[in-house]
């Protein structure tokens, strides 16, 4: 009979036999494993508060595109805050925060790409 403590990857394993985690692996990293959400919330608030700040800039160039951008940067970060209060459990909650604040960085991009293109093709007309 073969002793399953010694098996590299058994279910009574010795903690010393236990594989390491990878510190590279997204995974593994201490803001997701672990942390309060203010951790994200702030980095989050400081780049929406950036955003409208250049999106209210914009409004000298055009009215559409910057005062959606100002409405989905808001929505973006409340969308965060409750992010942050729904779950008790840190890694949950720590991805669903970092998957928040990657679509807000996106979108305020995407929004800020777009304002340059309607500048663009419209003064080259």
């Given at each position: 009979?073969v ?55 914009a ?10 951008g100002?409405v ?11 992010a942050?209060?729904?779950?008790v459990?840190?890694p ?16 305020a ?17």
């Amino acid at each position: 009979m073969v002793d399953k403590r010694t098996q590299p990857h058994g279910p009574d394993q010795l903690p010393d036999r236990h594989p390491r985690p990878d510190p590279t692996d997204l995974t593994n990293q201490e803001s997701f494993r672990q942390g309060s959400a203010s951790r994200w919330l702030v980095p989050a608030g400081v780049l929406a508060a950036i955003a409208v700040a250049l999106y209210a800039l914009a409004f000298q160039l055009q009215t559409a595109l910057p005062a959606v951008g100002i409405v989905y940067a808001v929505a973006g970060w409340a969308m965060m805050v409750v992010a942050a209060r729904s779950s008790v459990d840190a890694p949950v909650r720590n991805r669903r925060l970092a998957i928040a604040m990657g679509i807000l960085a996106v979108g305020a991009l995407a929004i800020f790409i777009g304002i340059y293109l309607v500048e663009t093709l419209s003064s080259a007309g």
